[in-house]
């Protein structure tokens, strides 16, 4: 069974620590961003988090049944998960796009900000990959979540002090920084799964799923 091969305690204590470890990096970014850009940006850089947030509400539905198809060793719910949520990630992004007008209409923000805020769809999609993938992950080594957050909390800093303070682009840095790092992510993912993404599409587990 694949939960016979799963160390619990240390699982637990390497995605405890990443965690603990997160929050210091992820207040060492937002002290970057807060030295580096005008209060009006600051404000549109929270919006933008708040904005994003009711795009990837779905994320975690469909992974929720992907884990527990992976950990029964279900031949392709791995594959299944992932491009089942792939599909749901354009979907979202490409509804989030078409509703910026009215976003920006709404929150009276400026035609200046435009590029920021389609810049960050790309999040939206890979936000949708790395939860697909961590479902995965989930049911057969879950140690190495957190080690996948290390390594975004790392790309996250080094990206951001070279982008937002060397180079000097601002709100812009932040957006690439965290883009940048979430390829990084999945890929560090993708190569630990890269065994059951070789796999077909059941279809029939994603009607399953939605039932």
Avoid: C
Avoid at 124 to 131: H, K, M, Q, R
Avoid at 182 to 192: E, G, R, T, V
């Amino acid at each position: 069974m694949v939960k016979n091969r799963i160390r619990l305690r240390y699982s637990g204590l390497v995605i405890f620590t990443s965690r603990l470890i997160s929050v210091m990096t992820g207040l060492a970014f937002v002290l970057m961003i807060t030295r580096n850009v005008t209060e009006e940006e600051f404000g549109i850089w929270g919006n933008i988090s708040d904005v994003l947030s009711y795009f990837v509400l779905l994320a975690g539905i469909l992974p929720f049944w992907a884990t527990r198809f992976v950990a029964r060793e279900h031949a392709g719910s791995a594959k299944t998960g992932l491009v089942a949520n792939i599909l749901i990630s354009i979907a979202s992004a490409s509804i989030y796009i078409a509703l910026l007008p009215i976003i920006f209409s709404t929150l009276q923000i400026g035609a200046t900000y435009t590029v920021l805020y389609i810049t960050i769809s790309i999040q939206i999609l890979e936000l949708y990959t790395i939860s697909a993938l961590e479902a995965v992950l989930l049911a057969k080594q879950p140690q190495t979540i957190g080690y996948g957050l290390l390594i975004y909390e790392a790309s996250k800093v080094i990206l951001g002090f070279t982008l937002i303070i060397q180079l000097e682009l601002g709100l812009l840095g932040a957006i690439y920084s965290m883009i940048v790092s979430y390829i990084i992510n999945a890929a560090f993912y993708i190569k630990l799964t890269a065994k059951e993404l070789k796999e077909s599409v059941r279809w029939t587990y994603l009607k399953e799923w939605l039932k």
